[in-house]
């Protein structure tokens, strides 16, 4: 299972660092995908690496202020957020994924063969 963790209290307009890490063994055969599940909202995809070239993708809603990357090692994957909102307060997750649904603008919309997502980390945006 992979476990998330990073989350805590921000200000809006501030920034955190999630990680992903496995339990055991390595992230690197896998394609890595974050999605949250805010209080109320249905589960959102926000951001996919692909596993050997390192192809990036993010939803809409945060392209542009998210940024997802792998450490020097291939063993972690890092979710930077910056400029955090409000509505970015959630639980976020990583999982493995098979692959991506884009939409007409190439953003980031749904996930497929989504898998081993454990515990997430709660991530509140908040004044």
């Known amino acids: 299972q992979l476990q998330a963790s990073g989350g805590g209290l921000v200000q809006p307009g501030g920034s955190l660092r999630l990680s992903c890490a496995a339990s055991?063994?390595?992230?690197?055969?896998?394609?890595i995908g974050w999605f949250r599940q805010g209080p109320g909202k249905e589960r959102e995809v926000i951001s996919c690496?692909?596993?050997?070239?390192?192809?990036?993708y993010y939803a809409d809603s945060v392209k542009g202020r998210f940024t997802i990357f792998k450490n020097s090692g291939r063993n972690t994957v890092y979710l930077q957020m910056n400029n955090l909102k409000p509505e970015d307060t959630a639980v976020y997750y990583c999982?493995?994924?098979?692959?991506?649904?884009?939409?007409?603008?190439?953003?980031?919309?749904?996930?497929?063969?989504?898998?081993?997502w454990g515990t997430g980390t709660q991530v509140t945006v908040s004044s």
């Open positions: 999982a493995t994924v098979q692959g991506a649904h884009l939409n007409g603008n190439r953003g980031l919309a749904d996930f497929h063969g989504m898998d081993n």
């Open positions: 055991q063994g390595t992230l690197e055969p896998y394609n």
């Open positions: 690496i692909t596993r050997v070239e390192d192809t990036t």
